[in-house]
């Protein structure tokens, strides 16, 4: 009876720890030592990136023209007033567009922000997912949505230069698009790519709802290495600015896991069936939190499973 007790009175504050623990979790990181910092990739193009905080932002490509300035995303609404003040370092323009690569709120949190009076640009997808899904990270949603979209590609002209949109399907989301910096050597990639240090697996499909795959991410790759110039500096999702050593090794590490899945699949084997068999163990010195070699393979899987299912309702046709 006396151990019965002992557990009775012990069950509530058991209760109260997890519940403390759970909320913990949850609580959003800590912005207040962030830091942002401005990198100038060519004569009118910067990369603006946040460091210091305990979950990574995506970073922010940013075109100044004589008649304003263009953000390619924008992070998060909390770290508007830090970027507004980097700008002001390298420029005294308002910042007139925000063009999103994808609908994320790492990258879409801070039209919140810009969205007051700049105008938000996205693919036709990235307004469709912000309407519909939900992410803590986007706030007022009402400023946060696009007011221009478009569904395969988009021109920005504006004095001193023009950027140019490409939407790659069935990528990190199903509405991911590269900018080119034209006239200059930038590339944004978005989510398309990222290159992290120590390096990741790369981003495929993180709904796991078929939007995503690997075939967007490598026709990304593949576009940038056949129409870039050799000195193309790439502004990845996340990570350090890149070349196209680096894309490279990014895109062997697309072709080489997809390939090694799609011969199980081809095979008949189940998803449970290639992680006994360690299929991608040739790859797990990219094994890093979030995304784990499991995780990674799942998310291929059913990647390439959702393309395959696409292609045969369609008839075949890409």
Same mark, same amino acid.
Request: net charge negative; glycine share 10%.
């Given at each position: 009876?006396?151990?019965?007790?002992?557990?009775?009175?012990?069950?509530?504050?058991?209760?109260?720890?997890?519940?403390?623990?759970?909320?913990?979790?949850?609580?959003?990181?800590?912005?207040? +030592?962030?830091?942002?910092?401005?990198?100038?990739?060519?004569?009118?193009?910067?990369?603006?990136?946040?460091?210091?905080?305990?979950?990574?932002?995506?970073?922010? #490509?940013?075109?100044?023209?004589?008649?304003?300035?263009?953000?390619?995303?924008?992070?998060?609404?909390?770290? #508007?007033?830090?970027?507004?003040?980097?700008?002001?370092?390298?420029?005294?323009?308002?910042? +007139?567009?925000?063009?999103?690569?994808?609908?994320?709120?790492?990258?879409?949190?801070?039209?919140?922000?810009?969205?007051?009076?700049?105008?938000?640009?996205?693919?036709?997808?990235?307004?469709?997912?912000?309407?519909?899904?939900?992410?803590?990270?986007?706030?007022?949603?009402?400023?946060?949505?696009?007011?221009?979209?478009?569904?395969?590609?988009?021109?920005?002209?504006?004095?001193?230069?023009?950027?140019?949109?490409?939407?790659?399907?069935?990528?990190?989301?199903?509405?991911?698009?590269?900018?080119?910096?034209?006239?200059?050597?930038?590339?944004?990639?978005?989510?398309?790519?990222?290159?992290?240090?120590?390096?990741?697996?790369?981003?495929?499909?993180?709904?796991?709802?078929?939007?995503?795959?690997?075939?967007?991410?490598?026709?990304?790759?593949?576009?940038?290495?056949?129409?870039?110039?050799?000195?193309?500096?790439?502004?990845?999702?996340?990570?350090?600015?890149?070349?196209?050593?680096?894309?490279? @090794?990014?895109?062997?590490?697309?072709?080489?896991?997809?390939?090694?899945?799609?011969?199980?699949?081809?095979?008949?084997?189940?998803?449970?069936?290639?992680?006994?068999? @360690?299929?991608?163990?040739?790859?797990?010195?990219?094994?890093?939190?979030?995304?784990?070699?499991?995780?990674?393979?799942?998310?291929?899987?059913?990647?390439?499973?959702?393309?395959?299912?696409?292609?045969?309702?369609?008839?075949?046709?890409?």
């Amino acid at each position: 009876m006396q151990k019965s007790r002992i557990v009775f009175l012990a069950l509530p504050l058991f209760m109260a720890l997890s519940l403390f623990a759970q909320q913990q979790q949850q609580q959003p990181p800590d912005l207040s +030592k962030v830091q942002v910092k401005v990198q100038k990739l060519s004569e009118n193009v910067y990369v603006l990136q946040s460091q210091g905080a305990t979950a990574g932002m995506g970073n922010i #490509g940013a075109f100044v023209g004589d008649d304003g300035i263009v953000l390619v995303d924008a992070q998060l609404v909390e770290l #508007g007033p830090k970027i507004e003040a980097a700008l002001k370092t390298i420029s005294d323009k308002p910042v +007139k567009y925000v063009l999103n690569t994808h609908w994320h709120g790492d990258h879409t949190g801070g039209n919140a922000y810009f969205g007051k009076s700049a105008i938000i640009i996205a693919q036709d997808n990235v307004r469709k997912k912000m309407e519909t899904e939900t992410d803590r990270r986007i706030t007022n949603l009402l400023l946060s949505l696009p007011v221009i979209t478009f569904s395969d590609q988009l021109t920005l002209h504006l004095n001193g230069g023009e950027l140019h949109a490409i939407h790659f399907a069935h990528g990190h989301t199903d509405g991911d698009s590269l900018v080119l910096f034209s006239q200059t050597n930038v590339v944004h990639m978005g989510d398309l790519f990222t290159n992290f240090d120590p390096p990741h697996f790369p981003a495929v499909d993180t709904e796991n709802d078929g939007s995503g795959g690997p075939q967007g991410e490598i026709a990304a790759a593949e576009y940038v290495l056949a129409k870039a110039p050799d000195d193309v500096k790439i502004i990845p999702g996340h990570g350090n600015v890149a070349s196209k050593v680096e894309l490279n @090794k990014y895109l062997d590490v697309l072709k080489g896991t997809s390939a090694a899945v799609q011969a199980g699949m081809d095979q008949g084997k189940s998803l449970e069936q290639l992680k006994q068999e @360690k299929v991608l163990a040739k790859w797990e010195y990219l094994d890093s939190p979030p995304i784990k070699t499991d995780v990674y393979l799942e998310r291929l899987y059913k990647g390439l499973a959702s393309q395959k299912a696409g292609g045969a309702k369609s008839g075949g046709a890409q």
